[in-house]
């Protein structure tokens, strides 16, 4: 086999064209490429608790501190609440008066995280609703603190999710405070990127970038992340801003799929 | 046939570790057990049982992917066969170094490939992937390279008695 190494190394070439070329655009094997999650996801599982029952127990003083900080921040939001709920109050009476009719809510699926891709080059989970729930690919996945990412490929009852973070992820969005609008891409370093923002946008570091009316698969008004650096872009006249995502990959487990 | 029950199992426990480091431990410092099992397997049994485990640790790593069906099979299978061509010029039996250097040749090729997968879907940012994925990943891989071979040599050694 390694005597004909010119010979060999074409019929390689000739597979990996092939791959390429054709199996990219199907989704053949995609059933069997999620039932073999399945099987990996059973033993991961079982050798991630003991792991996850030691993480926790060395990171008790730092759960201790958030613990406390969450606490705090309990208390203030419930004090604000009690002002905040009479202002609802009047504002849905309000809304009914000029039938302006909003849907805020979304029909959605609770799902957990039941793998991750470990891999450095894209940022993919796996999780436990497919098809049987109602999720189709391109769905948006978000939880409390923002966007997650999106449904990338449907299983009878496992998905996988292209996050945030994913190069080949990219969603319409808007700077929450002014309104500008850009595009919101991953990277490789694990952060997001904004592009296409105009050079007159007045973006500061701090500033949150929340999905746009723009997007075809997220509601708008979700939150993104936030500017922690702006640079202008090297290849055309316009602004980029690096955005660090609100959700915490690392530790997430459950996720919303949006039915819509 | 226990050496194909032997890569079988080994690709998929280590497999397990993998995801289980990633996931736990370090994103960045990840090492890549798959490649560093492709090159044991040719160093001890030789180039076929190398590309077994090539297939097998590419379907494994496709299986949590969503980018192109077969994409790290292709990619291993490519490292199986040339590992064997890159060794039989700078490998030489019993050296620790060469042993280092043929597995840091066959990741700067994997970066290669990967690299090229991710520029035709239009991606590739090449500095960032150099800083962000290849050099955390060489320097994990090459640390724990000598004691994964010790390791495995000594499983592999209990298997033939």
Redesign the interface.
Known sequence: MFKNLPRNLIYLLFVFLLFYFFLTRTRLFADLRLTAIRFVETPARLMARPLKEIKKILFYQRTFQEYKRLSKENDLLRARFVGMSEVIRENARLEKLLNFKRNLLYASVAANVIGRNPSQWNDTIVIDRGAKHGIRQGMAVVNALGVVGKVAEVGSDISKVILLTDPQFSVAALIQRTRDSGLVSGTLQGVCRMRYLQPEAQVQIGDKVITSKLSSSFPDSLIIGEVVAIYESQRDPSVVCEIQPAVKFSQLEEVLVILK | MRKIFFILGST?IF??L???????FS??F?PHLMLLLIVFFYLSWG??HSLFCALWAG?????????????Y??IF??IA?LA??IGKYIYRKGSVFLRILLVFILLGVEFIL?CLW?A??G?L?FS??VK??FLP?TIITLLVTTKMFQYLRKCVLKLSV
């Open positions: 998929f497999f397990l993998e995801l289980l480091i990633f996931n736990f994103q960045r990840t180039p076929r379907f494994l790593k496709d299986c949590f992917s969503v980018t192109a069906v077969g994409s099979t292709v299978i490519w066969f064997p061509v990967q991710q035709v879907s991606h940012e960032v992937a962000y994925i990943e």
